[in-house]
């Protein structure tokens, strides 16, 4: 309440007699230079801030201001040691005015000190007391009468047979001496920061020439040259490090672009044989198909054939697109393996009468997955045996878990894959040579496809093969914890 009452209705006097009206102008006026300050200061931000100084620069500016930083300590420590340097003198000097006894009055004449470095010296009242209490007091008189007639002057203590004598110990010379020292400190400390700053190629010549290089490289990086690498030579310690972490970070841009690039290749390769299959029976359809029913016949069965291939490759194609882009989805429920097993199984029957398929299930067991997945990992491990495998050939389902892995496994009689093919088989577009002169069906994405959803659900892919004597793919996946 008091503080509304004063403001509206104010006294004419401030209380130390100041007009209001003054007192106001000038607390204005101090928020105006406020104002204008930080304004300044601001744009001297921004303005600092747009300039773009080089890292050899920055780097000289930097360690300029720590040299000079350090001109202060170096020069107290320089001081402190001069000062240590005179006391031995002092010291005798001391001593043999301790061995002397004042002339008059507890003074000593000039005569007395005319061979000591001393202008004055006096006997105190009262000698000072030993241990912290009397060192308090020496240091107390120290500097207790550090100017008279004109010179400087520290008071030093010692104890004589008489008591406790000071002596004026004069030290223009020594402040003399300390102020060439402090200017010949500075000077070479600017003319070090100066050759810093003028030599600072040098710098970037011997230090900073791999980042230099790192830079080059990065900026002459293209799709042509991705085998480019930067050169670790003359690199030390961190840069080099550095150097080395952005070769390797290449090296797996260049792979995953190789990889692309194969990719991109492979389904193109893959796509354009249907569709020269299919542009082929068009034009066979528009010169004989219009009149000929068997012609027409096989020209639609053809072509319904390879649109069929089309779908199934582009399906795949964007499978494997879902998930090197993150966006797989799972629809994650609990079941037991052997229903879809027996599902596929059956489904295996009826799709070649001329193989032997049988099931062997071991005990039921229970896993956390997408059911749907499960069924595509499994007819494609079928459907990869019933391609490789001749005709009468046995091809086995099974599940049998041991207590916290559910394995799920395919195994055939076909012709095997060799040990050189076999470390290859999950690559995409990948087949071996005996399926590419078998001249089986596929497009070399159903194994990768495989391996993709069995990883997706916490699993492996294993694959065990002989020549001649048959192939099992074996999924390993996690089971449900009861």
Known sequence: ?????????????????????????????????????????????????????????????????????????????????????????????????????????????????????????????????????????????????????????????VDTVDGGVAAAWPVDDLLYQMSILFWVLVCLDLYRVGYFLTHRDRLNRRVLKPITDMAETAAALSANNLSDRISVEGAKNELKDLALVINGMLDRIELSYNSQKQFVSDASHELRTPIAVIQGYVGMLERWGKTDKAVLDEGISAISQEAASMKELVERLLFLARHDKKTLMLE??????????????????????????????????????????????????VDNAIKYTPEGGKITLGVRHDGSTCYLSVTDTGAGISAEDLPKVFDRFYRCDEARKSQTSGHGLGLSIARIIVTAHGGHLKVRSKVGAGTTFTACLPLEKE
């Open 1 to 157: 309440m008091s503080k509304k009452k004063k403001q509206s209705r104010p006294t004419p006097q401030q209380e130390d007699g100041w007009p209001l009206g003054a007192a106001r102008r000038g607390e204005s006026g101090e928020n105006g230079l406020t104002r204008f300050s930080r304004s300044v200061h601001g744009t001297l931000v921004r303005l600092l801030s747009n300039l773009r100084l080089s890292l050899t620069l920055r780097i000289a500016l930097h360690f300029s201001g720590q040299l000079l930083l350090t001109t202060l300590p170096v020069l107290a420590v320089v001081m402190l040691a001069l000062c240590v340097a005179q006391w031995p003198a002092a010291d005798r000097a001391l001593g043999e005015l301790a061995a002397m006894t004042p002339a008059q009055d507890g003074v000593y004449t000039q005569e007395q000190l005319a061979n000591l470095p001393f202008t004055e010296a006096y006997l105190l009242p009262q000698p000072y007391n030993g241990g912290l209490p009397g060192l308090a007091q020496r240091l107390s008189l120290l500097f207790s009468d550090v100017e008279k007639d004109g010179q400087r002057r520290v008071l030093l203590y």
């Open 332 to 381: 994650m429920e609990v079941f037991d393996p052997l229903e879809v097993m027996s599902e596929v199984h059956r489904e295996a029957r009826l799709l070649s009468t001329r193989h032997r398929f049988e099931l062997n299930p071991a005990h039921s067991a229970r896993i956390s997955a997408d059911k749907g997945m499960i069924k595509q990992l499994m007819r494609i491990l």
